[in-house]
């Protein structure tokens, strides 16, 4: 197991009641239920950034996925549930239709 | 024709229940062992993996090992997709890749490779009457709500479908 460090941070009382409240609800402890919100939020931001370096062009689906270590399919989903454009865009649109008219063409000849 | 698929490709073509109909129109799929470790064997949905599974079974789709090495900026799949694409073409074969990844699209259009999307191959398949315009219409509406699409992208097509139709009545 990796060796763990302790980090301090300040909470909103009222926050810090319902994470106890609802820790009490899951039967955690106040510190392991924090630790969780912590870990989901950075593996959500990561898939995320991912995500984004993809529609920019930086990177390619396998590439996020790789590096977010989630599989293709969690990619896909998590970028369609966060609205982000991931797929080919119009700049290669010229390159297909002449790929699709040199098939049309072979099938009428 | 040989399409290549990678794994994004694959995995949105099965969701949409494509696969029959681009095997009718196409012939056997084609992917790559990465492809397949991608999809069947590192966690896709088990039902999804499973379909794709019996698919390849059925010989819809035929696993091979790529030929050549392709040392690119893509992940192993997209690469071995783009590598296996690039030896076929080499050997006087017509091959085409299909991803919806737009780093992939480019590299191959770099390497000067024959590149479809999901959705202009859809295209191909009106082309051929293999499927109406409604039902074009229907399954890049399914398509979107799983995986956003370029809007531009959709109008070019759908307007060199009507010019490539409209071309064909004239004759």
């Not at chain 1, 009382?13 to 609800?25: D, M, Q, R, T």
């Not at chain 2, 191959?108 to 490779?113: D, E, M, P, S």
């Not at chain 2, 370029?150 to 004759?171: A, C, G, H, P, Q």
């Amino acid at each position: 197991m990796n060796k763990l460090s302790t980090i301090s941070t300040r909470l909103d009382e009222e926050v810090l009641k319902n994470i106890e409240k609802l820790a009490s609800e899951m039967n955690l402890d106040r510190s392991a239920l924090i630790r969780k919100f912590i870990l989901d939020g950075y593996h959500h931001a990561m898939l995320r950034k991912n995500i984004e370096l993809v529609h920019d062009g930086e990177l390619s689906i396998e590439q996020a996925a790789e590096r977010s270590r989630v599989p293709v399919n969690r990619v896909i989903e998590a970028a369609r549930e966060m609205n982000i454009e991931i797929g080919a865009d119009a700049s290669t649109i010229e390159h297909e239709k002449a790929v699709l008219e040199k098939h049309v063409n072979k099938s009428r000849n | 024709m040989k399409l290549k698929f990678d794994a994004c490709s694959l995995i949105l073509s099965q969701k949409l229940h494509l696969l029959p109909l681009l095997h009718d129109t196409f012939g056997t799929l084609y992917i790559t062992s990465a492809v397949n470790d991608e999809v069947i064997k590192q966690g896709n949905k088990p039902e999804s993996a499973e379909k794709i599974k019996e698919f390849i079974d059925q010989g819809l789709i035929e696993n091979i090992i790529p030929r050549g090495i392709l040392l690119s900026s893509l992940g192993k799949g997209e690469g071995e997709t783009l590598a296996e694409t690039k030896t076929q073409k080499e050997n006087g074969e017509d091959a085409v890749c299909v991803t919806e990844d737009k780093k992939a699209k480019k590299e191959a259009i770099r390497l000067n490779l024959d590149v479809l999307g999901l959705d202009s191959l859809l295209v191909e398949a009106v082309l051929l009457e293999k499927m109406t315009e409604d039902e074009f219409d229907d399954e890049i509406l399914a398509l979107d709500k799983i995986h956003k699409l370029d809007i531009t992208r959709i109008s070019e097509l759908r307007r060199f479908i009507r010019i490539v139709t409209n071309k064909k009545r004239d004759e």
